[in-house]
């Protein structure tokens, strides 16, 4: 593990967040580190607060604390929603109670901003360069777009973060992912980390933080961005960054315009720090090529099983003697048959939503696939946007009427049917394509089969009926 680096010496970016958040060194891997924002929703929050309740502990900084209610919230077009789920709805009205009760802020089930948290945070200003952000939730990891260190914690650690603002930290390692060249059209991030993910594995990165860099990735925009670092934790990633460069910095401006006068003056000089030393030292490092990815699409039970929409569903035979069990098992899981090619593969549902694509950008790219063209007969497309800043938006532009007029449903936001903790649930047997980040078994609904691809794929199946090549179709 590593220790707090010693003055004068190269530290990588993420040294450089610890140490500037450690607020006490406890031993050799751990410190106790000062977290400048606590993101939380309605699952992960109602044992910690009950926690505070039974030692009469208030919330220290309720301010640096935001709540939202996502995951069990349902997605109907409606103009008020309302919870049917008995346990769901008491779920949204303690966490109403509690952040009443605490001073903290929430985005709750009607709130015309409300939406994923992993939206709503970044599109608010809510994240900045340098910053430690933590939520009890994996992919928090979606924030090293903009240079800050978002990692999830467990429930009994947000009890600890409401009563103090400081986490117990177990120090990770460096991983240095380098991707250069230039995306192919018709490509997107999540081509790019669903090949990375499919080469080092779903452990590849496990106990490290990973910095991603180069050319390729200066290119990308900052949503994009968020779709790499999202993503990062399905390699096992504790955390995932890419220093703010331009482009991220621009991104920040835009979103927080209480940054102005000296105050932006030094925020700029801050942020030109953030960034590894020449010569700090990486304990694993990656190199990859861009030029040539294809679009993905996974065929198994874990996001690592994945090909390319060129390529074929491996058989047991094919796999390394570890792998072989694993592989029989998803084969049979998602009734597929090793050698068959993925392009082809029936689809009965398309979902374009969650954490990892459901922003702005990616229903533009997936509306440019649906323009003019129909749902193809016996599939049900939905779109559901990650917040109601998104959801606007897309209205403006007329991204609405394009999916309807295809044959989709235009949702309210929430994590939806990215994890079936609401009622977008798939029934057994239904094959999915999804631009989430997670293809387990069950996760869309018991029985359910996902096929993890970007947004443009999944419009590309939506309208063909089956796993399509988007490349193919043209505009």
């Not at 559901?384 to 897309?394: F, R, W």
């Not at 997670?438 to 939506?462: D, K």
Request: aromatic share 6%; glycine share 10%; with cysteine.
């Amino acid at each position: 593990m590593n220790t707090p680096s010693k003055q004068g010496a190269a530290r990588t970016l993420y040294q450089k967040l610890v140490e500037s958040h450690t607020v006490r060194v406890l031993d050799e891997q751990n410190v106790l580190l000062f977290c400048d924002l606590h993101l939380m929703n309605e699952y992960t929050s109602p044992q910690a607060f009950a926690g505070l309740d039974a030692r009469n502990v208030k919330t220290l900084m309720p301010g640096q604390n935001v709540s939202v209610v996502s995951h069990i919230i349902p997605t109907h077009p409606v103009k008020i929603r309302v919870i049917d789920d008995q346990a769901s709805a008491l779920q949204a009205s303690n966490l109403a109670r509690n952040c009443a009760k605490h001073g903290i802020p929430l985005f709750d089930t009607n709130d015309a901003m409300q939406g994923i948290e992993h939206v709503v945070a970044p599109e608010h200003g809510m994240i900045r360069p340098g910053m430690v952000v933590i939520c009890g939730d994996s992919h928090t990891t979606t924030y090293g777009a903009l240079g800050a260190l978002g990692f999830g914690i467990g429930t009994s650690e947000v009890e600890h973060v409401l009563a103090t603002q400081t986490l117990v930290y177990r120090l990770a390692k460096n991983m240095r992912i380098r991707i250069d060249g230039q995306l192919p059209a018709g490509t997107t991030s999540k081509d790019l980390i669903l090949m990375i993910i499919g080469t080092i594995g779903a452990q590849g990165a496990r106990g490290y933080v990973v910095e991603f860099c180069g050319s390729a990735v200066e290119a990308l925009s900052v949503e994009a961005r968020f779709t790499l670092c999202n993503m990062a934790v399905e390699a096992g990633a504790r955390g995932a960054l890419i220093a703010p460069d331009q482009t991220a910095i621009d991104y920040v401006l835009e979103k927080c315009p209480d940054i102005r006068g000296p105050y932006r003056t030094d925020a700029l000089e801050q942020w030109k720090l953030l960034r590894s030393d020449e010569g700090a030292r990486f304990e694993a490092e990656h190199r990859f090529d861009a030029t040539h990815v294809e679009p993905y699409v996974t065929w198994g039970t874990s996001p690592d099983q994945v090909v390319s929409i060129s390529g074929k569903v491996p058989s047991a035979t094919q796999v390394l003697a570890e792998q072989k069990r694993s592989t029989e098992q998803a084969l049979a899981y998602t009734r597929l048959q090793g050698g068959q090619p993925i392009a082809g593969t029936p689809i009965q549902h398309v979902f374009i939503g969650s954490c990892t694509n459901a922003r702005i950008e990616d229903l533009r790219n997936a509306a440019k696939v649906v323009a003019g063209r129909k749902v193809a007969t016996g599939v049900r497309a939905m779109v559901v946007p990650g917040s109601g800043a998104v959801k606007q938006q897309a209205e403006r532009e007329g991204l609405d009427q394009v999916f309807i007029t295809a044959g989709f449903e235009w949702r309210k936001p929430g994590c939806s049917m990215c994890l079936a903790m609401n009622d977008d649930v798939l029934s057994e047997g239904t094959r999915c394509a999804s631009t989430t980040n997670r293809n387990f078994e069950g996760r869309q609904g018991r029985g359910a089969i996902t096929h993890l691809m970007s947004p443009a794929m999944a419009a590309a199946a939506a309208v063909t009926g089956k796993i399509t090549d988007v490349r193919k179709l043209g505009n």
